[in-house]
């Protein structure tokens, strides 16, 4: 187990401004839990997922870090605020910027939103989602929200369609841009081509999505994906052949019930108590692959 966690930038925290000289900088915090009870102020700079010195900042390709000061947060224990700052001269003129190779030029952000569904037991109020005879909507009610969009624009010298392809539908495997692991995924990747004095080049357009509970407890993530366990029939224990069996679910009146049923973890119906008490059981499923998106965004 590493010494030390990244939770993740400190909401609020970024801000930027011009310096002596016409320096450039920009600067935010990020927060780092200790494992392991005291550790070194080195220690909590070398965890996985902080900006490291030299780095460039994430969308300024002229920026650099230049300080990474952690401080620990009185009497909490364990966690650490990280102050990180990056600075960098501008262009010196407009034209200048003109005459540097689009390849050589910070890449564009634009962020956006995507509609998406979720479903929750209770309202914001901690409410619970019954009807007036206290049971549990099924399904339950799905409540309309977006996710963050990210879209990120290059110019890159070389391409190779079978590299790209291994990135489709790709999660963040460690801490990214702030955000923890597994959640984020990207989406849509596309190339097209562009020729600059003379020398051919790729502009390349990447476009990522941010799950919007990714820093709810428990979090919502795209690893793993969560489907509502229910079906139209249940586990029974068979004693003259001593297995279980699939039988079908059947209502109060015994008449084969036409809607799917919540069941439990064993693959037993639930109880109205019991969904009412624990809630519904999601399973659990990993559909996406998950890789460091430092290889692919390395200026990040």
Known sequence: MSATTYIGEKLGSRSSGIGEQRMRWYQ?????????????????????????????HPFYSRAFVTAVEPREIPESGAEWEVSVRWESRPWEREEDQQNIPPWEQPAKVRRGSV???????????????VNAASDPFIPPPHIPTSNLSIEIQRA????????V???FNVVNHDAWWGFPRYAVRLGPIAVDDAVWDFQSYYVKTYVLEVKAGCFDDPPDLWIPLRILNEGSRE??????????????IEDDDGVQSTEPTLLNADGTQMTRAQVAADGPVYLEFRTFEARPFSELFPEV
Do not use: C
């Not at 509609?115 to 989602?129: I, M, T, W």
């Open 28 to 56: 935010a915090t990020y927060l780092v839990r200790s494992n392991r009870g005291s550790v070194s102020a080195d220690t909590i700079r070398a965890t996985p997922g902080l900006p490291q010195y030299g780095t460039r």
């Open 115 to 129: 509609p998406v569904e979720f479903s929750r037991r209770a309202d914001l109020d901690g409410k619970p989602f």
């Open 156 to 163: 890159e010298l070389e391409h190779d369609d079978i590299e």
């Open 165 to 167: 392809m291994k990135w």
């Open 235 to 248: 586990l029974v224990w068979d004693g003259h052949n001593q297995e279980f069996v699939r039988r079908y």
